[in-house]
């Protein structure tokens, strides 16, 4: 499993990269790191620490399944997709990501 605190605590005051259309509420000061169940966490655990995204309170409830939502059929998916590829540029802006035979 992938875990780090600092990874995670990294969405502090960050801008929410979920921003799903008419949920979003565009304040950093609610951003947390969410997780997304990825499939390969067993039951009760949370996904590792690189599947996820920065997310605002209202887009983490959606992801969390405390709101209830009625998005077209894959725009959940897509969003989710792209948060998830903009916090890892995020965290490489950051130097937070070390990558092994990574070219200069």
């Not at 996904?47 to 894959?74: Q, W």
């Not at 903009?86 to 990501?97: E, R, Y």
Request: charged share 25%.
């Amino acid at each position: 499993m992938i875990r780090s605190k600092k990874l995670r605590n990294s969405a502090r005051d960050q801008d929410c990269t979920l921003m799903l259309d008419e949920i979003c509420n565009g304040d950093s000061g609610t951003t947390v790191f969410a997780h997304f169940n990825d499939g390969y966490q067993g039951m009760g655990l949370k996904a590792n620490d690189t599947s996820g995204c920065f997310a605002c309170s209202s887009c983490h409830d959606v992801i969390d399944g405390r709101v209830k939502h009625a998005f077209e059929p894959g725009y959940l998916s897509e969003r989710k997709f792209l948060a998830n590829q903009a916090t890892l540029h995020i965290w490489d802006d950051l130097g937070m990501l070390v990558v092994k035979g990574r070219a200069a």
